[in-house]
């Protein structure tokens, strides 16, 4: 198999093609986005309540409602950085971690590796957002942010995943 044939380098990710063998002998060339993971956090500031962040998106052109999330920097470990992002977006440090399942965020042309947490045990302190992050806090009722996920006023995939995963596993 070729070496893959960068395209782009930037600083927190590349673009390569990939030279992909295809079942009838031939090939085909992907482009593929190489990215260091990320972590999503679950922030519940009580049984009953989670902190969502209100995050605007340059990408998208509008501010979106989300959990707390950050990009890997190897070498930290998953948990090291889910608990360095929950500090840094929301002011919140944690007593007691949960790790969820990770999943692909968008594995036909990304591959980004997601590592979902639950963070319990919150005690409020001063968050440490980088420069230009255009971040506020949102606290709410757990049942209200399942029904943001149904009415589709949550719009962020990783959001979304962790959410119904954590409600699937909250209650087991």
């Not at 989670?50 to 930290?76: S, Y």
């Not at 049942?143 to 087991?172: F, Q, Y």
Request: proline share 6%.
């Amino acid at each position: 198999m070729a070496e893959p044939r960068v395209l782009l380098k930037t600083p927190r990710f590349d673009v390569v093609e990939i030279d992909q063998q295809t079942r009838d002998g031939g090939s085909r060339a992907r482009q593929v986005v190489l990215h260091p993971g990320a972590v999503v956090i679950v922030p519940m500031v009580d049984a009953e309540h989670v902190c969502l962040i209100r995050n605007e998106r340059v990408a998208v052109g509008k501010t979106l409602i989300e959990l707390p999330a950050g990009t890997m920097e190897p070498p930290a470990t998953p948990q090291a950085m889910a608990i360095r992002e929950l500090k840094e977006e929301t002011g919140y440090t944690a007593e007691r971690w949960r790790e969820l399942p990770a999943f692909y965020m968008s594995p036909g042309i990304l591959r980004e590796r997601m590592h979902a947490f639950v963070a319990e045990g919150l005690t409020a302190g001063a968050h440490a957002r980088e420069a230009g992050e255009n971040i506020d806090n949102l606290v709410v009722p757990w049942s209200e942010a399942i029904a943001m996920v149904d009415r589709g006023e949550i719009e962020d995939a990783k959001t979304i995943c962790a959410l119904l995963m954590w409600e699937r596993l909250r209650n087991n």
